[in-house]
């Protein structure tokens, strides 16, 4: 073994441990060295989405000491950054397997230093933890949870006072903090009990009334209130407030997915709770086809992502993609504002740059302004707090299932997103069109835009070694031609620069630095590579496009463009 991993697996063994502890790194050591290898060989970091990682002892893992050296780190520079003040904290956990004790582990530590911390005295979706810290004015929070990930992971998502995720230079600098800290020894475990209050109803009502007042249409929801919805939870905590939501919106139909919404950490009735998996919205397509729903709707376990399912033209259940919901989200805000009189002439929508670019052309045919940033929530938060007063945020969405209408909080919201969702379905409905039909009609009006993903997972240490390999050989060796398409430019936003692979010039990417290599194609597909930030993955987007002339030809249209896709990745060998 490594003998910078064994140190930290003897510190382990002898250090301030509890005894459970030491006991499970004497087992590994003994029974399976190369599962201790992998729980110590480096200390997890905060990436795209925070602290995320396997639920275990070492430092590779989410436990009691990670939890609590990061805490102590954050609070540290919490310290820091507001000098003289009451520091403010608000904390939430989602319905994962030691997600409230990993809460109220780190609720302890920041009140034993001394800060303030608002703790949801039972589980709450992650987005009104966002929501709870502009409204409680809290300098930081936290919420535990790996959101859509399997039963093994847990997490922690660490926010700023502006209720988005830690951006740089708070990320790094919390990092920093947490290596400053030479042993669990340093943590503040306990003594500040007195400076934790429970939350709970006050705030739910707060945000719900927030999330009520964004509707555009109310009195087409009141003509359309037994519009038939279809909702699963997936065993997570959009339970706690999404019916609820509906209710306040005024629909009067909702039908919940008994299997699924009972919070529990073992999700299952899925493998992954993820909407994004037909396997996970399976329960609820059922559901959905024995009462002729309107609509299906699924979240993931903190209610940050949200999934749909809607009939096509046959009167078959689809799932969406994030791209083909985030395009009818938008559009629909858009054009609505329009039509009720309230859209304002500084309004703007922003995207990651993963997603698909038909919004870009919607937004440009309305005169509204559509900024793309870097892949990950916190992005569009930071873009929200820099436009502040100078333009009118309306949506914002990324293609993993995210979108947040209004900017009464900072992060993705699928409980708000969900209502809005089944509030476009009743739009539409009141108009006598499906939300299906709607999307066939903006692809005969802006083009037909198909996306595709597909992530290549590479466990463990060597993983992310060959995760760094094939981003530098696709760094450094571009393909001059995709699937007989050239390759017209390169854009690489960990050197910040785009290139012109045909006539040489160059330009500058003027967004942070992040490790995105994207290939844009003479055909106009866009290929984008980026290694997860939160998972052991690589990730490919693929967005091809192609006119629509009519409804009739979607089938033949939509077939030509999932060869191309599969063409292009058979060309990439990337499987």
């Known amino acids: 073994m490594d003998a910078a991993i064994q140190e930290k697996v003897n510190f382990w063994l002898t ?23 992998d729980s110590f060989y480096r200390n997890l970091e905060f990436g795209t989405g925070g602290l995320r990682g ?30 003289n003040q009451e520091i403010r904290v608000a904390i939430a956990h989602d319905s994962r397997n030691n997600s409230r004790f990993f809460a109220e582990t780190a609720a302890n530590i920041f009140a034993a230093n001394g800060i303030k911390v608002f703790l949801f005295q039972s589980l709450r979706p992650t987005p009104e933890l966002s929501f709870s810290i502009r409204y409680l004015r809290c300098q930081g929070g936290v919420v535990c949870t790996a959101s859509h990930n399997p039963k093994e992971y847990n997490g922690y ?34 003594g500040g009990e007195a400076n934790i209050t429970m939350i709970g109803k006050e705030i739910d009502e707060a945000y719900i009334s927030m999330v009520k007042g964004l509707s555009v249409y109310p009195e087409i929801i009141q003509k359309q209130h037994n519009l038939r919805i279809v909702y ?25 997915v008994d299997e699924q919404a009972t919070p529990d950490g073992n999700f299952p009735t899925v493998i992954y709770p993820n909407p994004e998996e037909s396997e996970a919205m399976s329960i609820g397509l059922k559901k959905a086809q024995q009462i002729d ?9 903190d209610a940050d992502r949200v999934g749909i399912g809607i009939k096509n033209g046959e009167g078959q259940w689809v799932l969406m993609n994030g791209n083909q919901t985030a395009v009818l989200a938008f559009n629909y805000l858009i054009e609505a504002r329009r039509a009720k009189g309230i859209a304002q002439a500084n309004d703007m929508v922003v995207k990651t740059i993963v997603t698909t670019d038909m919004i870009d052309r919607i937004a440009l045919k309305s005169g509204v302004t559509c900024y793309n940033v870097l892949t990950g929530f916190k992005w569009i938060a930071e873009l929200i707090k820099e436009k502040e007063g100078i333009e009118n945020y309306v949506i914002g969405g990324e293609e993993s299932y995210g979108l947040l209408i209004g900017a009464s909080l900072r992060d993705k919201d699928a409980v708000s997103a969900v209502a809005f969702l089944c509030e476009m379905a009743a739009y539409e409905k009141d108009k006598g069109k499906t939300l299906y039909e709607k999307l066939i009609e903006l692809y005969v009006e802006y083009g037909f835009y198909k996306e595709s993903l597909i992530s290549i997972t590479k466990k463990g240490m060597n993983g992310q070694k060959e995760i760094a390999e094939m981003m530098e050989v696709f760094r450094s060796n571009p393909p001059a031609v995709i699937n007989g398409s050239p390759v017209v430019e390169l854009l690489d936003y960990e050197l910040r620069t785009g290139k012109n692979l045909q006539t040489g010039e160059t330009w500058a990417i003027r967004l942070p630095q992040s490790n995105v290599l994207q290939f844009i194609l003479a055909d106009g597909s866009k290929i984008s590579a980026r290694p997860s930030g939160t998972e052991p993955k690589i990730k490919f987007y693929f967005s091809v ?8 030809d979607f089938a033949t249209v939509q077939a030509l463009l999932n060869a191309r896709i599969d063409n292009i990745i058979r060309d990439m060998k990337l499987k």
């Open 15 to 37: 250090g301030n441990y509890d005894q459970a502890t030491r006991d499970e790194v004497a087992r590994m050591a003994k029974e399976n060295p190369g599962e201790l290898t």
């Open 54 to 83: 396997i639920m275990g002892v070492g430092t590779n893992r989410i436990n009691k000491y990670t939890i609590g050296m990061a805490t102590q780190g954050y609070a540290n520079y919490l310290r820091k950054s507001f000098p």
């Open 157 to 190: 998502k660490a926010y700023w006072n502006d209720g988005g995720q830690l951006v740089p230079p708070h990320d790094t600098n919390v990092i920093l903090e947490v290596e400053k800290i030479a042993s669990v020894n340093e943590v503040k475990w306990s």
């Open 232 to 256: 699963t939870p997936i065993h997570g905590t959009g339970i706690k407030l999404v019916p609820e939501v509906l209710q306040r919106f005024g629909f009067s139909n909702v039908h919940v």
């Open 293 to 301: 729903a309107d609509i299906l709707l699924g979240t993931d376990p």
């Open 545 to 552: 496009n192609s006119k629509l002339d009519q409804a009739a």
